[in-house]
């Protein structure tokens, strides 16, 4: 029987999730009056299970923890990568993965492991990770970046770790 009751309220669950509740002369399914109300689907289906009357959920106010956090913007680093050389020259892991001929989670196993990648022709490539930073959908290592910005190496990581907003991170030399 718990199979069975199980199943009966699922089906009552999405019977009044697509169900359209009317209060003020409008008229939304639940997760339309949820965006409006600007709360979580779940607390207005909870109080409809509760026994709730349509216009009591809608019209009661939405108490402090029934409300979704709010996420202050919060400090993000730069978006990293990794640039793997191999053979002297540097590629992202899906530009190697095409130039080889293989799959990307191959090249992925090969840099996890330690382990060499063996070409068709014999040769076999060893490949190291360098650290990439992403900004305008170009991925450099930091001293690529330091060079192209008119600074030092140690500049542009120190600019990373003091946790300046990507403006100021990738902001060229102020003293030309």
């Excluded at 899906?94 to 990648?117: D, S, T, V």
């Excluded at 959908?137 to 030092?152: D, K, N, P």
Aim: proline fraction near 4%.
């Amino acid at each position: 029987m718990k199979g069975a009751a199980r199943d009966h309220e699922a089906k009552r669950t999405a019977m009044r999730r697509l169900a359209r509740y009317t209060y003020n002369g409008v008229t939304l399914p639940l997760r339309g009056w949820a965006k409006r109300l600007g709360v979580a689907e779940s607390v207005l289906e909870a109080r409809l299970i509760g026994g709730w009357s349509v216009e009591k959920t809608l019209a009661t106010p939405i108490a402090p923890w029934e409300r979704p956090r709010e996420t202050e913007a919060k400090y993000r680093p730069p978006r990293t990568s990794y640039i793997l050389e191999g053979d002297g020259r540097f590629m992202t892991v899906k530009e190697w993965a095409a130039e080889l001929g293989c799959a990307n989670h191959i090249i992925y196993y090969c840099i996890r492991y330690n382990r060499p990648f063996k070409c068709r022709d014999g040769r076999s490539i060893a490949f190291t990770r360098h650290q990439a930073f992403e900004h305008d959908g170009v991925a450099l290592r930091a001293s690529e970046w330091a060079e192209r910005l008119g600074i030092t190496r140690e500049e542009f990581l120190r600019r990373i770790s003091d946790g300046l907003g990507e403006a100021d991170v990738f902001r060229e030399n102020d003293e030309t």
